[in-house]
């Protein structure tokens, strides 16, 4: 027997969309990176499928991320958060700030969920939201900006989805394994930026 509903929610990424509808109402935390949060930050580092979606070239020894993390009290040009899901804070990924201009107002945002449960359940949205929220409040930045790679459509629409634009196609931009890939700039500008 069909279950009522699942004719409607049936098509592309419709499983994702039941996921989403189940996690919408759990509250979605940006907690500042802390010692809690390494074990899984350098899991999802080291994790193939994610190095390739976020172009990293080599994984990271227990050493190297260490120094890493001792090192980031004193960068001021970068921004780290947790993603804690929930009244239990369930660590499902992390999303940043990455060279925080002060002078010109505009950082880059990254953000991994590598959870592959809390994947595509629009966590990944409500995240960006959140740090737009921050970089445009508390730090008064005025222009985010994310680089996606042309084969992660679902980073993508995660971006478009948060207020993003695209505005450029940077073509054979990155050497990979079995060659070069597109990537997407995107950007959103504070409403104040555009003379709003
Ligand atoms: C990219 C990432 C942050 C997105 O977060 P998320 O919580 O999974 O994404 P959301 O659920 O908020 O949104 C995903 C959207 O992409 C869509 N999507 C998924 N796969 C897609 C595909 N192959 N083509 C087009 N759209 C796709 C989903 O349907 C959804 O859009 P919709 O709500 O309009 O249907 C997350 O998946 C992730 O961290 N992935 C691994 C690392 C990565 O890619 N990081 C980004 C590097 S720039």
């Given at each position: 027997m069909t279950a009522i509903g699942s004719e409607r929610e049936a098509g592309p990424f419709a499983a994702e969309r039941r996921a989403e509808n189940v996690v919408a109402a759990v509250p979605l935390r940006l907690q500042?990176?802390?010692?809690?949060?390494l074990a899984a930050t350098r899991r999802w580092a080291n994790d193939p499928e994610l190095m390739r979606l976020l172009d990293r070239a080599e994984p990271v020894s227990e050493a190297e991320h260490a120094a890493w993390f001792a090192a980031l009290t004193h960068q001021s040009d970068r921004r780290y958060f947790a993603l804690e899901l929930g009244d239990e804070r369930r660590h499902v990924g992390n999303a940043w700030l990455w060279q925080i201009d002060r002078r010109h107002a505009k950082a880059e945002v990254r953000i991994v969920v590598g959870e592959a449960a809390a994947q595509g359940a629009g966590i990944g949205t409500r995240a960006l939201e959140a740090i737009a929220e921050i970089a445009f409040g508390?730090?008064?930045?005025?222009r985010l900006y994310a680089y996606t790679l042309g084969f992660n459509p679902r980073a993508r629409r995660a971006f478009e989805k948060a207020g993003f634009v695209v505005e450029g196609l940077l073509k054979n931009d990155r050497r990979l394994a079995d060659g070069f890939c597109d990537v997407y700039l995107l950007g959103r500008n504070h409403l104040s930026r555009c003379g709003g």
């Amino acid at each position: 027997m069909t279950a009522i509903g699942s004719e409607r929610e049936a098509g592309p990424f419709a499983a994702e969309r039941r996921a989403e509808n189940v996690v919408a109402a759990v509250p979605l935390r940006l907690q500042r990176l802390d010692a809690s949060h390494l074990a899984a930050t350098r899991r999802w580092a080291n994790d193939p499928e994610l190095m390739r979606l976020l172009d990293r070239a080599e994984p990271v020894s227990e050493a190297e991320h260490a120094a890493w993390f001792a090192a980031l009290t004193h960068q001021s040009d970068r921004r780290y958060f947790a993603l804690e899901l929930g009244d239990e804070r369930r660590h499902v990924g992390n999303a940043w700030l990455w060279q925080i201009d002060r002078r010109h107002a505009k950082a880059e945002v990254r953000i991994v969920v590598g959870e592959a449960a809390a994947q595509g359940a629009g966590i990944g949205t409500r995240a960006l939201e959140a740090i737009a929220e921050i970089a445009f409040g508390e730090l008064g930045l005025t222009r985010l900006y994310a680089y996606t790679l042309g084969f992660n459509p679902r980073a993508r629409r995660a971006f478009e989805k948060a207020g993003f634009v695209v505005e450029g196609l940077l073509k054979n931009d990155r050497r990979l394994a079995d060659g070069f890939c597109d990537v997407y700039l995107l950007g959103r500008n504070h409403l104040s930026r555009c003379g709003g």
